[in-house]
């Protein structure tokens, strides 16, 4: 008994040799393949780290340029305008942005009533449009008139305002075909004036050139409208225009408009740009003053309110917002009269 029992020892022995090897050899490989597993990790992370600084790497002239480009304009608008003013008239007049667009300026009648289309020479080569309005009590009757009816009207003794509307747009643009429909409920005859290089007028904007074509379209009114009372109604841009109208006609010809009226004026055009938002992010740039505001007068844009409003010997009337956001009330009603 003590052999067989011997033996089962000696063969029990050998049967836990072999499996603690067995047991060794697995945990062995397992963390061979544990730190394998690590290592590949380890080189993945490495290899997107490597990725991630490369994409980096790629974006950064992306996001330099990004950053330059807007810096190299904010910088050479200023350089540009001083080099040609004539840019900055675009910026003043706006005359490019002919909204609304796709007007048949022909068919006023397909936007308000009592209207009618006209054309008139200002000096040789330039031809204004004009759209003349006439009061309601005489809608019914306008119905159906041509233009020698419509002038034959303005001698009924009704005011008549020669509109002279702001920069941009036409004189199709939605706020200023409510005042038409305003004034002429108020009893009024209205000549909305696209000035030259607007609307379908043709010429170029330039300061002289709108005082001429409005003084030729006061001459047409004048001889048509008897003792009627004509007054020049001015709005933002055109405050300018027509206070300018209205001096020289004083000066030139000994003859005082009925009454000028200023809706949102200011002071004259160099305060003016000074103030307005478009230049807010330019007013602490290094020479603002001689770059933007003293290219005006290079493009010959002034428009000095201030000092035709001294001169005019005529009734004035100033209207102005409180919170006009574009043109301050202290360039209109308060600045304006202190002159």
């Known amino acids: 008994m003590w052999r067989r029992r011997r033996e089962w020892d000696d063969g029990g022995g050998c049967d836990g040799d072999r499996a603690w090897k067995e047991f060794s050899s697995q945990a062995e490989s397992r963390a061979k393949a544990e730190s394998r597993a690590q290592e590949g990790r380890g080189a993945r992370e490495e290899s997107g780290a490597r990725e991630e600084r490369r994409g980096w790497l790629r974006w950064c002239p992306r996001l330099r340029t990004v950053l330059l480009v807007p810096l190299l304009i904010y910088i050479s608008v200023p350089i540009l305008i001083r080099l040609f003013p004539v840019l900055l008239t675009k910026f003043v007049y706006l005359n490019f942005l002919a909204f609304p667009f796709f007007v048949d300026f022909r068919q006023p009648e397909l936007l308000l009533n009592n209207t009618i289309n006209l054309y008139l020479t200002t000096e040789p080569g330039v031809m204004v449009g004009i759209w003349h309005t006439v009061p309601n009590s005489r809608g019914a009757e ?198």
């Open 142 to 339: 306008a119905r159906g008139k041509d233009q020698k009816w419509y002038e034959k009207a303005l001698g009924d003794d009704h005011p008549v305002i020669i509109y002279l509307h702001g920069n941009g747009g036409t004189r199709a643009a939605r706020h200023r075909i409510q005042f038409l429909k305003t004034m002429g409920a108020a009893g009024f005859h209205i000549l909305a004036l696209d000035y030259r290089g607007y609307g379908d007028s043709s010429g170029h904007p330039t300061e002289n050139g709108f005082t001429t074509d409005v003084l030729a379209l006061y001459d047409w009114a004048k001889a048509r409208s008897g003792n009627s009372i004509i007054l020049f109604w001015g709005h933002s841009l055109g405050t300018g225009i027509a206070t300018n109208a209205a001096r020289k006609l004083q000066e030139e010809r000994g003859i005082q408009v009925d009454a000028v009226v200023l809706e949102s004026p200011y002071t004259n055009i160099r305060e003016a740009a000074a103030h307005i938002p478009l230049t807010k992010i330019y007013r602490q740039f290094p020479g603002f003053e001689y770059l933007i505001l003293d290219s005006l007068a290079l493009g010959d844009m002034f428009f000095r309110s201030d000092e035709n409003v001294q001169v005019l010997s005529c009734p004035l009337l100033i209207l102005h917002a409180e919170d006009d956001s574009i043109l301050p009330p202290l360039l209109g009603r308060k600045r304006l009269l202190e002159h």
